[in-house]
């Protein structure tokens, strides 16, 4: 069985920024393939490129079988989009909203208000369905913008940083339609900066740092790959980190991270809870006091910090980042996370079946 989304060798720039060099990755149906990287890493071009919104200087890609780049209005039927920024008109109502979509989907008057009713309902929506979407807030929003991906059950979907800027509680409720939605059989291509998400979501996971897919597996895998456990101490005073990490490393496995402005010092080491009691001796026999110590399991943030040298998250939205840079913006708003500007994929866009 051919994969659900497929994509071979893409390569894309934007001017002296190589956003994609090379991004392979394939995602069987009815599973949930998890892209995770720091900002301007290539996950939205990727988006883009495979939602027919991007055309790739070089490569292939299919969805649902079809090539993205010869038959893209084919495409534009099989798929659900979901940007990273609600696209949504703040002056329709929730109702017109999704009724605009399922029209421009070319769905009859009649069906387009009946499945508008049926997920406003789903996403606990009903009762705004007639306040203008400005009115909503910014997990209204959201929801709304996902309902909007689905008014014609797409059997594969594509969420680029779906829950970006929500509150615990509407990050929670989302992941369970995402979760309902896998179950029914959606196919699943998910963007996001939040480890917990992909833990949570994916069925597998692809890394991605500078415009390249650098690991793949689940996360126990990814997890497994750099091995060991971690002690995690924040030390008392900012004066003693310095003493801590010195008394700390002749357990280390690997090089101890300091987080200066948290004075949290995490150690990869071998030995469980050995190791822990002894290095809390250590700490004692020194006389550094800390306000909090203990073992853990390796996280998909150690995953990052192994292999990408950073964190998920990069400098601020308006900086560059860590590596590479963002590049110059090609369209109107912010700049995007991969150097081509805009505010991301628009589903109005896709639905209507305009070629950009």
Aim: proline share 4%.
């Amino acid at each position: 069985m051919a994969p659900a989304i497929q994509a071979e060798n893409l390569v894309k720039t934007f001017g002296d920024v190589r956003a994609l060099d090379g991004v392979s990755l394939d995602v069987p149906e009815g599973t949930v393939l998890g892209l995770l990287g720091p900002n301007g890493a290539g996950k939205t071009t990727t988006v883009r490129v495979l939602t027919t919104l991007l055309r790739p200087d070089s490569g292939r890609a299919t969805v649902a079988g079809v090539d993205v780049l010869k038959h893209p209005n084919r495409v534009r039927s099989l798929i659900g989009l979901s940007g990273q920024y609600a696209a949504v008109d703040e002056y329709l109502t929730g109702f017109e909203n999704l009724q605009m979509v399922g029209e421009l989907y070319q769905m009859r008057a009649r069906d387009a208000k009946a499945r508008a009713l049926e997920l406003l309902e789903w996403f606990n929506l009903t009762e705004a369905k007639d306040r203008t979407a400005k009115t909503y807030s910014g997990g209204m929003r959201r929801r709304l913008d996902l309902a909007a991906a689905l008014v014609v059950r797409p059997p594969v979907m594509f969420l680029d940083e779906p829950t970006t800027g929500l509150d615990p509680r509407n990050r929670l409720a989302l992941w369970e339609v995402i979760e309902t939605l896998v179950e029914q059989g959606t196919t699943l291509l998910l963007t996001t900066q939040y480890l917990e998400e992909a833990d949570r979501l994916a069925h597998d996971i692809a890394v991605v740092d500078h415009g390249r897919v650098i690991a793949r597996g689940t996360a126990d895998r990814l997890k497994a790959q750099i091995g060991g456990e971690r002690i995690e101490v924040v030390v008392h005073r900012a004066d003693l980190v310095a003493d801590a990490v010195s008394a700390l490393s002749a357990y280390a496995i690997g090089e101890p991270a300091v987080e200066k402005n948290t004075r949290r010092i995490t150690v990869p080491v071998s030995g469980g809870a050995k190791v822990l009691a002894d290095a809390i001796r250590e700490l004692d026999a020194r006389s550094i006091e800390i306000d909090d110590i203990g073992l853990r399991r390796p996280t998909l943030d150690d995953v990052f910090l192994s292999l990408t040298g950073h964190a998920t998250e990069a400098e601020d939205e308006g900086g560059t980042t860590g590596k590479g840079g963002r590049g110059r913006g090609h369209g109107k708003g912010r700049a995007g996370d991969d150097g081509e500007g805009g505010q991301g994929p628009d589903k109005q866009a896709v639905a209507a079946g305009k070629e950009l």
